[in-house]
């Protein structure tokens, strides 16, 4: 993925579905987005309107932050060892997670995400991005039916 | 990908079977260059036997023996194995996928007595299935089965005809949740109260993965993914006088909540303590009644195994006690 940054550092997500690379500027003003394929150029992610930059980060963030808390959840249920790597790709069962781990890993994104997930959406959640695209889907939802509170 | 390597003339002795990515050798050693021991050939369960056979993967050490199982499988079921994060986990699957194809190629129903050439296929809903070469006007026998397994046992069930669901797990496994909130969420009305109204906390934490064993069992016998039966849409009912925990004599039955008042009798339980650590939940399709809808017990021959190795005839002995369902032991 092409990066327009000089960062000291960087996080990347293999996001397969969002294919964002965030990077923090090394002078610490929040995030510079490169999108691959989308409507922001390179030019214009340096300079969005402070609406469509606000509105990306928060999208941007959730998405991060969803797979991170997933990670979390899922190394508290399966007491998985520290030197363990996860990734969006990693499967839950390959992790040695069965089944009662499984409804146990989507009752924790239930209350973390204060969400409910039918069950037959339940069997479609077999990895990490997996739970995160349910969760961030159930989420939308959620924010849409409520009156609009966002945030600035 | 890891992919077993050739035979290698001089592997380094390991400890582990299963190939290091960093490494270039798996134990493949030259001394185990013969076969696994033939495999004994066993009876087929008749019509109204179930055949439980389990393995304990921590009694199974020898790393060349579990070379040797690997190279039982087919590439895709190997990396399947090797997918696994883990020695562990990768023993246990791979100790799973060994019993089936030991087990059943030890009944002879083709005549033959390769576990290598059995395949395998997956039903419509995923259930796992035999995929019996049909030749020669070859009319496959209603083999049924089903697989179980944790780290620490691996099961497999096979009937005549019965569709079967088998569901194993530790006595002391614990619910990170609490286990009310998790029952409220995924069990039934019923099944909360049957699991409030016990008071001792360990005991209700058993209980609670009885019930959990048996609805597994239940959905992995109708062999339609759990999707189609949410374990909130069917109750599992213990009959005792005393409606509070299992016991030998308790009959077992599933209630779908669609039809409350029609007890479905087509399902037959029997729940067993192996070996005083695991709870196996078993789920049969009903075959015969009895006069008046009364069923037949459920005629169990289970045995201990290491494939290849040894077998040991376990049932009537206290390695295996029924604590719910009617079973009687061969």
């Known amino acids: 993925m092409a990066s327009v940054t000089s960062a000291a550092s960087s996080l990347t997500f293999g996001l397969s579905n969002t294919a964002l690379q965030m990077s923090q500027s090394s002078s610490g003003l929040g995030y510079n987005l490169v999108s691959m394929g989308g409507s922001l150029s390179n030019k214009t992610a340096s300079f969005p309107s402070l609406r469509s930059r606000q509105r990306s980060r928060i999208t941007c963030a959730a998405k991060a932050e969803t ?27 390959a992790l040695g997670a069965d089944s009662l781990d499984t409804v146990e890993i989507v009752m924790g994104l239930e209350e973390e995400f204060d969400i409910s997930v039918e069950e037959e959406s339940s069997q479609n959640i077999t990895t990490i991005q997996e739970a995160a695209d349910v969760i961030d889907k159930l989420v939308q939802k959620k924010g849409e039916a409520a009156p609009a509170a966002s945030s600035t | 990908h890891r992919r077993l390597p ?62 040797k199982y690997m190279e039982l499988l087919p590439q895709s ?46 039903n419509i809903h995923g259930k796992p299935e035999v995929e019996w070469e049909t030749k020669d006007g070859f009319c496959p026998p209603p083999l049924q089965f089903n697989i179980s397994h944790t780290s620490s046992l691996v099961a497999c069930g096979v009937t005549m005809n019965s569709l079967i669901g088998i569901d194993v797990e530790e006595k002391r496994r614990r619910t990170k949740n609490n286990i009310l909130a998790f029952a409220k969420r995924y069990f039934t009305a019923h099944e909360v109260e049957h699991l409030n109204a016990i008071p001792d906390s360990e005991l209700q934490q058993q209980e609670f993965i009885k019930l959990w064993t048996l609805k597994e069992a239940y959905v992995k016998a109708l062999g339609k993914g759990f999707s189609s039966s949410p374990f909130n849409t069917f109750t599992i009912r213990v009959n005792t006088a005393a409606q509070e925990s299992f016991c030998a004599s308790s009959g077992i039955a599933v209630e779908t909540l669609d039809s409350p008042q029609n007890l479905t009798n087509n399902w037959q339980f029997a729940l067993l303590e192996l070996m005083g650590s695991h709870y196996v939940a078993i789920c049969l399709e009903r075959q015969e009644t009895g006069g008046a809808g009364k069923a037949f017990p459920i005629k169990l021959t289970a045995r201990k195994t290491i494939p290849s190795v040894e077998d040991e005839l376990v049932s009537g002995t206290n390695a295996v006690v029924t604590i719910g369902g009617s079973v009687t032991q061969f």
């Not at chain 2, 990396?79 to 696994?84: C, I, P």
């Open chain 2, 77 to 122: 079921e190997r990396d399947h194995v090797l997918g696994f994060r883990g020695d562990q986990l990768q023993k246990s699957a791979l100790l799973a996928r060994t019993l089936v194809r030991t087990t059943i190629a030890r009944y002879q129903v083709d005549g033959h007595l390769d576990p290598r050439s059995l395949r395998f296929k997956r």
């Open chain 1, 67 to 93: 797979v991170e808390k997933v990670c979390e959840i899922v190394r508290k249920q399966l007491v998985l060892p520290s030197e363990t790597v996860l990734t969006p790709d990693s499967k839950f069962s």
């Open chain 2, 6 to 67: 050739a035979v290698i003339p001089t592997p380094p002795v390991s400890a582990s079977p299963f190939p290091n990515p960093k490494s270039q050798y798996c134990c493949l050693s030259r001394n185990f260059s013969a076969a696994l021991t033939p495999l004994l050939p066993v009876q087929l369960p008749s019509r109204m036997e179930t055949h439980l056979w389990y393995v304990v993967p921590d009694e199974v050490k020898s790393a060349p023996l579990l070379s």
